[in-house]
């Protein structure tokens, strides 16, 4: 099993020096992002597909700093309603799989996307709990006229590339939880798409990742570290927290998702966290989460994803190493 980190968080550093912080941390493997939300300081896509030269300079560094590179991020929506958006993000997932095969890399991470409830909406709509047939209306719209038909074409793709696609369970997605993940991939009959574990989005949806993982066996093909802690504000809001705040685009610290779209505040006192590994959930639960990844795949990638807004890039990054590394002792 490979212990690495997904880069995005170190997007201010060259390539190498990201390499050399992840050695120092005593990892071995990176996840490097391809485009979707966010852009590919670390990947320089012009050269990897100008011929093998250049991708076997690229490769290069990452072995000379005993760093393998285990996927190609392009978390997006590339279902969007906004024509802007999709064609960006749906093209990004397709480049994506083009680029991991260049490079012989076999996994590349994304999410399903979310389309609008109906061929008129221009906004993505997601439906938590379909009580009302309306939502059962819209949701056959977006599985079986937007997400099937997109999906079945990334599989056909990821098959002739032979590069495993990882979807990331995650809310205001279509596939947020075992049962849409099962879904999509009988639907598409998929042989190359499948699941990226990361327990965070899990959490706290009241899902447990270790019995998600021992559900989905075979269709987990990456997995991501990142903790989740649950604060004493859901005792009042729930885990659906609404006090989310806008961010302008011409904000300073502003992070663009595509089009005229940004990421909101999070709320004060939020319901919920995304933390370090370990500060939400101790060291038996890491242990037993590797545990079951490892009888899935032995040689699985697990790559930290660090957002704990309490701590900054490397002290996060660090203490999360630290309690990964001492979870997977215990394998």
């Known amino acids: 099993m490979k212990l690495g ?9 060259s390539l190498d020096e990201t390499l050399r912080v992840l050695r120092e941390l005593g990892l071995d ?16 896509i012009d050269a990897i597909r100008s011929g093998q030269d250049a991708r076997d300079a690229y490769l290069a560094r990452f072995a000379a700093a005993g760093i393998t590179l285990t996927a190609l991020n392009c978390n997006g929506n590339p279902l969007h309603p906004d024509p802007e ?11 994506a799989i083009e680029l991991a095969a260049l490079l012989g890399v076999k996994r590349v991470v994304t999410m399903s996307g979310l389309p609008a409830s109906d061929p008129g909406g221009r906004l ?13 209306d819209a949701l056959d719209y977006q599985w079986d006229e937007v997400a099937i038909p997109f999906w079945r074409d990334i599989q056909a793709r990821a098959a002739a590339a032979d590069v495993k696609v990882c979807i990331e369970m995650h809310p205001h997605n279509l596939v947020y ?21 990361d327990p965070s989005h899990l959490f706290w949806q009241g899902i447990d ?25 859901a005792k009042l809001n729930g885990v659906l927290d609404h006090r989310h705040g806008r961010v302008r685009a011409d904000e300073p610290g502003a992070v663009s998702l595509g089009g005229r779209y940004t990421l909101s505040r999070w709320p004060e006192n939020a319901s919920w966290d995304f933390v370090a590994v370990g500060r939400g959930h101790d060291h038996a639960f890491w242990t037993e989460f590797l545990r079951a990844l490892h009888k899935v795949d032995p040689e699985m990638a697990v790559n930290i994803e660090h957002e704990d807004q309490e701590l900054d890039q490397i002290e996060g990054l660090s203490l999360a190493a630290e309690n990964l590394r001492a979870a997977a002792a215990g394998i």
């Open 29 to 44: 493997s990176a996840e490097i992002n391809s485009g979707g939300f966010l852009p590919a300081p670390h990947l320089p």
């Open 5 to 13: 980190a997904y880069t995005a968080v170190l997007h201010d550093k």
């Open 85 to 95: 958006v999709r064609a960006k993000h749906a093209q990004d997932v397709r480049d």
């Open 209 to 233: 990742p270790v019995a998600a993982v021992n559900r989905l066996g075979g269709l987990v093909y990456n997995a991501a570290a990142k903790d989740t802690r649950i604060n004493e504000e």
């Open 124 to 136: 993505p709509s997601w439906s938590v709990l379909p009580w009302d047939s309306a939502y059962l």
């Open 177 to 197: 939880n075992v049962g849409t993940m099962e879904r999509l991939a009988t639907e598409i009959d998929a042989t190359h798409v499948g699941a990226e574990m």
